[in-house]
Every structure is written in C-alpha cells, then in structure tokens.
C-alpha cells in the first residue's frame, strides 16, 4: 500500500494536501478557488476567515462529505485513516444516551458491542463526562453537549480532527474551559486538528499555524505560526506574546477585508 | 441551559382546576338539560333527558355492548391496517422520489375524497363488514402516511453527513437515523388517524345501514332512528363519543410513553 508507505517513510509528511482545490456550488457560487495548502502531521491548523469564505466547505472537502470541482486533494493516510469531525452545533442523536450517542462511530463501522464499550467509556472519560453516560441529550447543558460530540469524533481514536466552529454558540466562560481541554487532548492524543473558526483569538490561543481565507471565493490570504510556550494554559491568554500576535493576525484580517 | 426532565411538574391546584373545571362544567350542563325536559315535559321521541338516557344505556346495555364491539374491532383492525400501509408507503416513498411522486397523488385523491361519497360504491363491490373495513382504514392512513413520510425526510443534515462520514450504507440510516427522527411524527400521524377510523367506521356504518344491514353502533343510530327509539339513538351516541376518547387517551399514553425520556414535545414547561 503507498499510502501507508509514504506516512511510515517520513513522519512529517503532510496528512492531506490541498492542490489548486476549487469548489462551484450547483447554484453557480464559487466557494473555494485556487486552494493550496497541506496538513502536517501534529499540528494544530486553524481556517481563519470571515463567515461564508468557504472554510467549513474546505473542511467539508477534507472530511470527503463532498467532493472538489476542480484540482485534487491528497490524502496521505490509506483511505480508511480515521477522521473525526465536530459539527457546528453538537449534532447528538435525541432518542439515543450519552453512550449510544458515542457509541454511533462504532457501531456504524461495525464495531462489536463487548469491543466498543471500553472505548466509549474512555472516549467519556476524556471529556469528563463518565457520570452522564445514561442521560439524554436534552437533560444536558449546550458545553456539555459540545463535550459528547467531541468524545463521539474521539472514540475512533481519529489521526485527523475536524472541527468546524464547534465552540462558536458557546458562552465566553465555556468556551475557554472548552479551548483548554481541546489542548490538552491534542498534546494527549498526538493527533492533527484542523479547527475552523471565525475568531482571531480563538484561532491564535489554540492554532500552531493559521491559515487566513480570503471572502468568497476563498482563497489563502495570508499564513501565521503562532509561537507560544507550551503547554499553553490561561497564562498564555493574558500574555503579551498572546496579544501582540492576536493584533498581528486582526490587521491581517481587516486588510483582507479591506481588498474586497 | 441545562433542562431538568421535568414530568408533572404543573402545581397541584391548577391540575385539580384543570379536572374539576370542566366537570363541573357538564355536571351543570346535565342538570340544566334535565330541567329543560321536565319543566317543558318534552316527550321522549323528541328529546329525552340524560337521566332517561342513561336509564337506557343500562336496560339495552346487550346490544350496545356488542355493537360496540362490533364498532371497536373495525376500528381496530383499520386502524392496524392503516399503520401498516401507511408506514410501509411511507418508507417505499422515501427509498424512491419516483415512487413518491408517482404515487402521492393518488394517497391524496383518497384523502379528499368525502368517504362518505366513497361508501355506497364499495358496498356495492365488498360484503357489508368488509366495506366498512375499507372505509375506516382510506380515512386513517392518510395521515400515517403523511407524516412518517415527513419525518423520513427531516432528519438533521449534519446527523446524516455523520452517518455519510463513518461509511453507513443506506439500511443502518434508514433503520439508525430516519425511523428514530420519524418517530415522533409517526406517533402525532397515529394520534390522529385513531379518531379518524373511529370516523371511517361510523361513516361507512350509517350508509351500511340504510341497506338495512350492519351491526355497529352507527347502524344501531340509523335503525333506533327508523322506530323513533330517540333515547337509544343518545345513548350509542355516547358510546360512540366515549369510545373516540378512549383511543385517543389510549394513543396519546402510547406516545408520551415512547417519547417522555427524549423528545421535546414530552418536555413540561417549567413556569
């Protein structure tokens, strides 16, 4: 198999990559045009741009939920590389638990039911919600919501996390509770994030490198590395650093704001 | 916001209002009725007081009774019959738009045409009982079929790219995601359609029975009409009434059991 040739050969070669990617809508819109980037292994990458630029159709791309109109996208990873994807909105199933909703993964990919229960009460423990296997979706708070739908994309121990705004209708407090666990499963789980999102702080708080989309049709406008001490806690929110790059990354946006 | 799941958390007053309210309400009634009779001795063939109606009821309970056996096993059975047509439409319509589009509009005509207007054709076609069957069960399925189709085709785009992402075929979305999301509107389709066959059934026993053959209570109506036997004619009229709120009690149990843990609409608003 050169698929999984290629990730053995060299560790840090990219996840997917992006060749002159475009995507036209039926309805005749351009989403994306002329993209062209790669995921590396281990990174933490955010899609930063203003909403309708086309990054949730990019990450939608990614994911293969649907396909480009021109160009290629590369996956290196055989075809079956997990990937993990977190909605907008906790997407849970109401009729199903906590567990079952966790469980879905698994239970999809034909997992049996003795194999997948200890990864489903690992999956909740990652997120710190052991205690609510047996509840309904309804009986639970919008975070905690967020928290079984990230253990739902967890469970299969994805290599890719994709996660399109999924802290965006969250209120301030639980986001950031939410952006620290992100970071600490990440560093935990060595996997890659692409994270879309619309808020420069966000992405720079999180992001070891941002990629800025232009408005529609998007396309790369700029690139940041965020350099920040590690592991990144609440410090680094208050940080100097932390704000010099956030006004660095905010004039980036306001100028590719301005072009149009 | 967290949602408690909260079940019968209405104040003990405002149930017990909710209760004796409109009981008092036809007690009231009841009384003014009787009154109205006696006072004005409207004679019974004209109108007969409850009290007499009730006295009916009990002395002709044989034949109500068993005509209203005879009302709940057709309605029963239609009902039954109209789930099953209904949900098995429903998901052959969501495998196939073609079949949909071929087929609906025929579930419609059948819909909007007066079943009473439909009656005398198919008892010509069917034997008396069967044509009553056929009648209640046009008039049920309808709105089985409309809204399981419905809920078939309303399940959250994000849930079902999910079930697109993790490789589930067509059969474990079908049977994982659209039939749970469907549930509820299935369940509301049921609600509905329960007092529909009671409909259906007694529809089509009236026009059974003026051939003078039928069973049911609706032809214990007709034949009580033809002797004049107005307190008889009040009391299946209330077994009639009684029974349509029964089934709807019944279906309306059945649906808040299968969705109190899970959906919205079994939720109690907490104020």
Known sequence: ?260 | MAHEPVVNAQHPAERALRFFLPAFALGLALVLWELVVRINSIPPYILPGPVLVFQTLAADWGVLASSLAVTLKTTAIALLAATIGGVLLALLFASSRLVELSLFPFAVVLQVTPIIAIAPLLLIYLEPETAVLVCAWIVAFFPILSNTALGLASVDHNLRDLFALYGAGRLKTLFLLRVPAALPYFLGGLRIAGGLALIGAVVAEIAAGVGGRGSGLAYRIVESGYRLNVPRMFAALLLISLAGIAIFAVLSLVQHLALRRWHESALEQES
């Open chain 1, 1 to 260: 198999m050169p698929a999984a040739a290629i990730s053995r050969d060299n560790t840090s070669a990219p996840h997917a990559a992006f060749r002159r990617v475009g995507k036209q809508f039926p309805n005749g819109v351009v989403a994306l045009e002329g993209l062209d980037f790669a995921i590396r292994r281990g990174e933490f990458l955010s899609l930063l741009g203003p909403s309708g630029c086309g990054k949730s159709t990019a990450l939608r791309l990614l994911a293969g939920l649907t396909e480009p109109t021109a160009g290629e996208i590369v996956r290196a990873g055989s075809a079956g590389g997990e990937v993990g994807f977190v909605f907008q909105e906790p997407t849970l199933m109401p009729w199903a638990t906590v567990a079952s909703n966790v469980r879905l993964p698994l239970r999809l990919k034909g997992v049996a039911g003795r194999e997948a229960e200890p990864r489903v009460a690992e999956a909740l423990a990652m997120v710190g919600l052991e205690e609510f296997r047996d509840a309904y979706p309804r009986e639970l708070s919008g975070g905690m919501k967020m928290r079984v739908s990230i253990a739902r994309a967890l469970v299969t121990r994805p290599q890719l996390l994709l996660m399109d705004e999924p802290f965006a209708a969250l209120d301030e407090i639980n986001r950031f509770k939410l952006n620290d666990d992100l970071l600490a499963l990440w560093r935990k789980l060595n996997c890659t994030v692409v994270f879309v999102t619309h808020s420069v702080f966000e992405s720079v708080y999180l992001s070891t490198r941002i990629l800025m989309f232009t408005p529609r049709p998007g396309r790369i406008a700029a690139e940041f590395t965020i350099e920040a001490p590690e592991p990144r806690a609440g410090r680094f929110r208050t940080s100097p650093e932390y704000g010099a790059q956030c006004r660095e990354v905010s004039a980036a946006l306001a100028r590719v704001m301005g072009e149009v």
